[in-house]
């Protein structure tokens, strides 16, 4: 599996964009990068997956640069409730399991 | 939508205490996974499991825990005999189908949270 690098933790504001890029430098072929959500005393959440360029969903756009040795978590116009801690994982989707790093605790104030 | 649920919300057990925690994955979902997450900690995998059988599991997941799928719509982990450091919460996770190079999506449950006294 690869390794993974996020920032620990992010402040923002209400009805700011958040950017939150996360380093896999060891990032194989086979290998998709998954972001899940994770909010206080509940389970983890999948937001999006992308291989390469660019994904976006109702929820957030992923960016993936042509090498892929890193990608971006864009979340446009947080609120609240988009506090939790944000975990990027790397994988090839044939591993039975997810590997969570620490995450980076996205904090959004009013 | 479907979605994983868990049983119970809360549990608090004596050391030494066996404790079974309950999950109903969702229903088309192949794939089933437990795992814990410590207060103030990463989650960390415990165990997978897939055509009946475990496919892998973690050094944490040593002799005193077992799992099973008892009927076509439960999972369920056993652990034995239970420590002070077994206090976590526990998720449970269902996959729908190893898709190489598709989505990967685990689809997690509400958690367990154990209390060991």
């Known amino acids: ?110 | 939508e479907p979605e994983v649920t868990q049983t119970p919300s809360h549990q608090v057990t004596q050391m030494g205490q066996e404790v079974i925690l309950r999950c109903v994955p969702i229903s088309n979902h192949l794939y089933f996974y437990w795992y814990r997450q410590i207060l103030g900690q990463k989650v960390e995998f415990l165990v997978s499991f897939y055509n009946n059988e475990i496919s892998e599991k973690s050094e944490i997941f040593d002799d005193q825990f077992s799992v099973e799928r008892p009927d076509g719509s439960n999972f369920t982990l056993k652990i034995r005999s239970t420590k002070l450091e077994d206090s976590a919460m526990y998720f449970c996770a269902s996959r729908d189908r190893g898709l190489a190079g598709g989505r990967d999506e685990q689809f997690f449950g509400p958690g367990t949270r154990l209390t060991v006294l």
């Open chain 1, 1 to 110: 599996l690869a390794k993974t690098t996020q920032p620990i933790s992010m402040d923002s504001y209400e009805g700011q964009e958040v950017n939150i890029t996360c380093s896999h430098n060891n990032i194989a072929t086979n290998d998709y990068i998954t972001w899940y959500q994770q909010f206080p005393s509940q389970g983890p959440r999948f937001i999006i997956q992308g291989y390469k360029t660019k994904v976006t969903n109702e929820v957030a756009s992923l960016f993936i640069p042509a090498d892929r040795k890193s990608s971006t978590l864009s979340l446009p116009r947080v609120s609240l409730s988009d506090t939790a801690v944000y975990y990027c994982l790397v994988g090839d989707g044939n591993d039975y399991k997810l590997s969570f790093g620490a995450g980076t605790t996205v904090t959004v104030r009013a």
